[in-house]
Structure formats: structure tokens, C-alpha cells
């Protein structure tokens, strides 16, 4: 019987957990962010579809789940294993793509509760409440999806790097070291 670490893959297990909660938590805050908005009889109504920080945070969550899905799917054919360097290529897009997202949207969130005043924009979640609520959520979902990928990044980057030596670890240090003394000794 072979285990993860016999077989080079000692974060197998790990790494499965992290896609398979990736799921969930970007399918989540699609949903929350998709479905939201709100209508007020002052103000009018209000949707995701109105921010482009939103619905950019709605496709990057749906990408990113895709793409969880479909790398725990191809995990488990042997053959796509030599295509390490790959799955840490898109790991780490899918990390940055998501911190680009997070932070836009959690840009538009800030904007809405605080407001800008050098600017005269006023907060709205106190007219746009539910609308506000939804959209943190959706935002903290979103995190925390975030912090999966990073640790997925990291996992993925030590399968890709540990195939190496590290730079000059064949190098013989006492050659090196007397050759040097015998130069400073001329």
C-alpha cells in the first residue's frame, strides 16, 4: 500500500480539502451576491448588477469555483501528474484573481457604509440596509475562499519546488575554501 508521502504528494489530503472547500464558499458568495439588492420608495432600487466591483466579484467566484471543481476532478488521473507546474500557475491566478475581487468589492461595501465626503458621496446602507448585509457576507465568503487559494498556493508551489535542489547544494564548500585561502595567501 502507498501512502500520499510515499508516493511524492504528502499534502494530498490537505490539498483536496482546500479545493473541495473552495466550493462551497465561492458558490456562496456568488449566490449572495447575485441574488442581492433591494428596493427603497425614496431612493429606488439597488442591485449587484449596478457595481461593477460586485459583479466582477460574481464572475471571479464562479471562475474560481470552476476551476476547483475541474482540478479535483482532473487529480485523479496519474498521467496529469507532470503537470505540476500548471496547476501552480493557475493556483496562484486564481489566488490573485480573487484578491483583486475581494478587495473591489470590499472597496464598493466601504463606499456604501461610510461614505466619501471630500467627494459628497453619502453612505447608503442606512437606506440600503439588507442590501448592505448581504454584500459583507458575500465579501466574507469570498475571504475566506481567498485564504484557501493562498494556502493552496503554497501547497502547490512546495510539490512544484521540492523536485529541486536548492541552488548550490552540490557545490563542495572546502574546495572552494581552500582554493580561497591559497589565493589570499599569494
Same mark, same amino acid.
Given at each position: 500500500m502507498t501512502t500520499a508521502t510515499t508516493t511524492g504528494r504528502p499534502f494530498k489530503v490537505p490539498e483536496m480539502a482546500l479545493r473541495v472547500c473552495v466550493i462551497p464558499l465561492a458558490v456562496a458568495s456568488l449566490w449572495r451576491m447575485a441574488t442581492n439588492r433591494q428596493a427603497d420608495d425614496?431612493?429606488?432600487e439597488i442591485s449587484f448588477s449596478n457595481l461593477s466591483g460586485f459583479k466582477y466579484l460574481v464572475v471571479i467566484n464562479a471562475i474560481t469555483a470552476a476551476y476547483s471543481v475541474l482540478s479535483i476532478l482532473? =487529480? =485523479?488521473?496519474? =498521467?496529469l501528474a507532470r503537470y505540476d507546474w500548471l496547476v501552480f500557475v493557475l493556483d496562484?491566478?486564481?489566488a490573485y484573481l480573487l484578491l483583486t475581487s475581494c478587495s473591489a468589492a470590499a472597496e464598493v461595501v466601504y463606499l456604501a457604509r461610510e461614505g466619501d465626503r471630500q467627494v459628497s458621496w453619502g453612505e447608503v446602507c442606512s437606506y440600503f440596509g439588507r442590501f448592505c448585509g448581504r454584500a459583507t457576507v458575500s465579501v466574507a465568503l469570498q475571504a475566506a475562499a481567498l485564504l484557501c487559494f493562498v494556502a493552496l498556493s503554497l501547497v502547490s508551489a512546495f510539490r512544484v519546488f521540492s523536485k529541486f535542489d536548492a541552488p548550490g547544494a552540490d557545490v563542495d564548500c572546502s574546495a572552494s575554501g581552500s582554493k580561497q585561502a591559497d589565493e589570499q595567501g599569494k
Amino acid at each position: 500500500m502507498t501512502t500520499a508521502t510515499t508516493t511524492g504528494r504528502p499534502f494530498k489530503v490537505p490539498e483536496m480539502a482546500l479545493r473541495v472547500c473552495v466550493i462551497p464558499l465561492a458558490v456562496a458568495s456568488l449566490w449572495r451576491m447575485a441574488t442581492n439588492r433591494q428596493a427603497d420608495d425614496a431612493y429606488g432600487e439597488i442591485s449587484f448588477s449596478n457595481l461593477s466591483g460586485f459583479k466582477y466579484l460574481v464572475v471571479i467566484n464562479a471562475i474560481t469555483a470552476a476551476y476547483s471543481v475541474l482540478s479535483i476532478l482532473l =487529480s =485523479s488521473f496519474k =498521467s496529469l501528474a507532470r503537470y505540476d507546474w500548471l496547476v501552480f500557475v493557475l493556483d496562484q491566478a486564481a489566488a490573485y484573481l480573487l484578491l483583486t475581487s475581494c478587495s473591489a468589492a470590499a472597496e464598493v461595501v466601504y463606499l456604501a457604509r461610510e461614505g466619501d465626503r471630500q467627494v459628497s458621496w453619502g453612505e447608503v446602507c442606512s437606506y440600503f440596509g439588507r442590501f448592505c448585509g448581504r454584500a459583507t457576507v458575500s465579501v466574507a465568503l469570498q475571504a475566506a475562499a481567498l485564504l484557501c487559494f493562498v494556502a493552496l498556493s503554497l501547497v502547490s508551489a512546495f510539490r512544484v519546488f521540492s523536485k529541486f535542489d536548492a541552488p548550490g547544494a552540490d557545490v563542495d564548500c572546502s574546495a572552494s575554501g581552500s582554493k580561497q585561502a591559497d589565493e589570499q595567501g599569494k
